[in-house]
């Protein structure tokens, strides 16, 4: 019973271990089930939103952040009505704000007007209407005082223990998503640490980093994917990684599933295109 009881527990911890990422021709699990999920919806609703701000330095008080007819639950059902196959939430971008209640800063949504888990309830909506879950996270962090410790390793600790919570609190997460990482160089990040430590939780969670291919390395440079062919100067600046993020040609311009929108900009219009992958 024992001998039995040893080979179940390997061949568990082996399944577990699987997903961990190594140069190979063969896709992982979690980028099979990333091909497969295709179509997600991007939801950003920080404490930039109310602040009409792209970015900012995270100084802008919590307080700020206070929606008054906030329904999470709505943001997805549309989701899933328009063919959305996941949802990924901003959890917390450049400025820290955290769209969770995290024990490890008062720079949270539970410390505004609003007091109430978004993390939590984005990832309820998911469960009742059928769709995957994924989460961004800002590397770069302008609020957070260990983020600017002469010791780094601070910072590292900070980040892997929001991960956690977020990686724990909220069911499967099927993607994470990275960014800010040009504003340190790429070893700081502790990648294969944090890459390890989120398959450990999540083994099916596929991950990536923004800017990922760069020549040279440490460079905000996109690489066009057919230059790439050439010779082999291109580097994968954030290993390990699952997928490719800041892809700066995705199609042609000809594509069909390229369109184009009027989004108010200043006094005028600014045409943008908006790109649609529709699997």
Request: hydrophobic share 35%; aromatic share 16%; with cysteine.
């Amino acid at each position: 019973m024992k001998t039995i009881l040893f080979f179940i527990m390997v061949n568990i911890i082996s399944c577990l271990t699987a997903q961990e990422l190594k140069p190979n021709n063969h896709y992982n699990l979690a980028q099979k089930e990333l091909i497969k999920r295709g179509y997600g919806m991007f939801i950003h609703f920080g404490l930039n939103t109310f602040a009409e701000l792209e970015w900012s330095d995270g100084s802008i008080p919590v307080d700020t952040y206070n929606p008054t007819n906030l329904n999470c639950d709505q943001w997805v059902k549309v989701a899933s009505e328009a063919g959305f196959r996941y949802v990924l939430l901003i959890t917390k971008h450049h400025d820290g704000f955290c769209l969770w209640d995290s024990k490890y800063t008062d720079y949270d949504v539970m410390a505004s007007p609003v007091k109430r888990d978004i993390v939590k309830e984005v990832s309820d909506a998911c469960k009742k209407y059928g769709l995957q879950f994924a989460i961004y996270y800002s590397l770069w962090d302008r609020h957070e005082k260990s983020y600017k410790s002469k010791n780094f390793n601070d910072y590292i600790t900070y980040m892997s223990n929001q991960l956690k919570e977020l990686l724990t609190n909220y069911g499967s997460i099927c993607e994470v998503w990275f960014d800010g990482g040009w504003d340190k160089p790429v070893k700081d990040w502790q990648l294969p640490k944090i890459y390890s430590m989120i398959k450990k939780i999540q083994p099916k969670c596929a991950v990536g980093v923004n800017h990922t291919i760069s020549y040279p390395d440490d460079l905000r440079k996109s690489v066009l994917p057919d230059s790439m062919v050439i010779d082999n100067k291109y580097t994968f600046q954030y290993f390990p990684s699952d997928f490719r993020l800041w892809d700066p040609y995705p199609c042609s311009e000809n594509d069909p599933n390229i369109h184009f929108a009027l989004v108010k900009h200043g006094l005028g219009f600014k045409r943008k295109k908006i790109y649609l992958y529709v699997v």
